[in-house]
């Protein structure tokens, strides 16, 4: 073997060792920018839901109506299709999120309470037949119409004014 082949030998093991390298650090970058995305993911959906909670304090009464059945006059009915949309678009925000990796299924099932509360009752239910289903994707619609079939509101607007009465 001469000089010079062993010399491309020894650069060939060199190039290939830096290759390997150089793959080890991006995978390291990778998985570290995955959790960056993740962490700005949770904070964006804080912040929407912290959004949406100053919404709810702003219309406390007409989220006490939800579940009521007395007429909603057109500026409530107004009023509560902004906040069902806010609302929607928090779950859109995080399925998309979910199906990009970035939210595990188990905390993606976990936000559709939110949904079930607001549009599993007959009043939200209404509102989703005739306005929102119109909204979105048809597989995120498809997806929400399975949980409205599946799940239960705890009617959490209730239970948020009435924990503290007498037993």
Do not use: C
């Not at 491309?8 to 995955?34: D, K, M, P």
């Not at 959790?35 to 009464?61: D, G, I, P, V």
């Not at 936000?111 to 037949?129: D, M, P, Q, T, Y």
């Amino acid at each position: 073997m001469s000089n010079i082949e062993y010399v491309a030998n020894i650069a060939e093991i060199i190039g290939a060792i830096v290759v390997v390298i150089t793959l080890i650090y991006l995978t390291i970058q990778l998985r570290q920018n995955n959790k960056l995305l993740q962490s700005a993911s949770r904070r964006a959906m804080m912040e929407t839901e912290n959004n949406s909670l100053n919404q709810a304090l702003e219309f406390q009464e007409l989220l006490r109506k939800l579940s009521q059945s007395e007429k909603l006059s057109e500026k409530e009915q107004f009023q509560l299709s902004i906040i069902f949309i806010t609302d929607m678009e928090n779950r859109y925000f995080e399925y998309l999120q979910y199906k990009n990796g970035l939210l595990s299924e188990q905390e993606w099932r976990a936000r559709l309470f939110i949904a079930v509360e607001n549009h599993g009752i007959k009043r939200g239910r209404r509102w989703w037949s005739k306005v929102g289903r119109n909204l979105w994707p048809a597989e995120f619609v498809e997806l929400i119409d399975g949980v409205l079939r599946d799940e239960t509101p705890m009617e959490m607007y209730q239970q948020f004014s009435d924990w503290d009465e007498k037993d």
